[in-house]
């Protein structure tokens, strides 16, 4: 059941190229780039934090509008057999991902460091509890980058043919 419109199944297949593009390059660029970047120039460690969480919620944005546009787009492409896709299910399962990582994950760990004050969560009382809700929460974000991997490839790059 694909769209019926060639031109608007042409834009579509377009746009999801684009989308996923967008969605693990961000979540490439701000995990493996930008966050190792902050911490290690930065001599202020809270500050690189800081602004690293505003980071994360930026990819957690493009994150939930992405999987938004690909599932949608997926149903849109190929009906309920969509369901049964690999691109469906790792779509899905990455965006489980953003919201476990940004609804529990952040919350708990922004409490803590708000318990904390006024010392560096690091230097408090809290600090194994933290170092290990940022581990799991380290090992998701990972996890969600490496299924970026599988959406990539699972995409129906045939279908996509942006010369005619």
């Not at 970047?37 to 800081?50: C, I, R, S």
């Not at 489980?96 to 010392?119: I, N, R």
Request: contains cysteine; charged residues 10%.
């Amino acid at each position: 059941m694909a769209i019926a419109n060639p031109v608007v199944q042409r834009w579509a297949d377009s746009i999801a190229l684009l989308v996923i593009t967008l969605w693990v390059g961000s979540l490439w660029g701000v995990g493996c780039l930008a966050v190792p970047v902050l911490f290690q120039t930065l001599p202020d460690k809270m500050l690189a934090g800081m602004l690293t969480g505003k980071m994360f919620t930026l990819v957690t944005c493009v994150g939930m509008a992405s999987a938004s546009y690909l599932l949608i787009y997926a149903v849109a492409d190929s009906g309920k057999q969509a369901l049964r896709q690999t691109f469906f299910r790792v779509a899905a399962i990455m965006l489980l991902l953003t919201l476990v990582g940004e609804y529990y994950f952040q919350p708990v760990m922004a409490d803590l460091k708000a318990q904390a004050l006024p010392l560096d969560v690091m230097h408090s009382a809290f600090a194994d509890r933290f170092k290990m809700l940022h581990g799991i929460a380290s090992s998701i974000y990972l996890v969600q980058s490496l299924l970026g991997i599988a959406l990539a490839l699972n995409f129906k790059l045939h279908k996509v043919t942006l010369v005619s």
